[in-house]
C-alpha cells in the first residue's frame, strides 16, 4: 500500500530532516570554480549567485503567502463544500503548502552560506562596486584562459578528462594533494595477471 510506503519512509529515513541543495564545498569552491585565483570575481560570483537565490526567495515567499490565503479560505468556506471536495482540495494545498516550506528552507541554508563564505573570506571587498571589479576583467581572463589551456594541456598527460581534473583543481591544495595520493595509489596497485593469449604456434 502506498500510504505504508509512505509512513515507512517518514519513519525509518530522516528525509524530513535533512535540507538538500547545495553543501557547502559545492558553494565555497565548484560553484566559482571559473574564477578561482581572483579573489574580485570571486566574490563577484558569490554575488551573482546571492541575486539569484535572493529572486527564488522572493518567489517562494510569494507562493507560501498565496498558498496560505488558498488554504484559509478553503478551510473557511468548507462547511458550504461537498465531503469530495474538501478531501481533494486541503491536503493538496497542505502538501503544496509543505514543499515550499521546504524550498524555503533549502534555499535560505544556500544563502546563509554564501553569505558566510562573504564574511569569512571577502569582508575586504564588500564595499567594493562593480565597475571596480570590471577594471580587473582583463588580467581575470588572461589568468582563466591560461588556466584553461594549462589544464586541458594536463588532462591529456594524465589520461582523464578535463572535467574531472577541473573539479580536483577547485578544491584546496590539501584536498588536491590527497586526491592526486589517492590516484597514485589506485594506479601503483597489483592488478590481476590476465590469462595469456595462445599463439599460433601452441594451438597446432
Known sequence: M???LIARLEDETP???FKFGHTPIQIEYFQISNQQGNDKWEYWQHILQLKALHNT??????SYDETMYELDDA???WPFWTKKQRQRTIPRLEFKLTNIQKSITEKS???EYHLEVINRKYQHLKNIT?????????NYWTQRLGKQLGTSHLSRLLGVSEGELLAVLALPHDQQRQVFDGMRQLLGMTMPMLPQKKNDK???
Do not use: A
Open 2 to 4: 502506498i500510504d505504508d
Open 57 to 62: 526567495l522572493c518567489e517562494l515567499k510569494l
Open 130 to 138: 562593480e565597475d571596480e571589479i570590471f577594471k580587473d576583467e582583463s
Open 75 to 77: 478551510n473557511h468556506f
Open 202 to 204: 601452441d594451438m597446432t
Open 15 to 17: 528525509i524530513l530532516e
Open 109 to 111: 541554508r544556500e544563502t
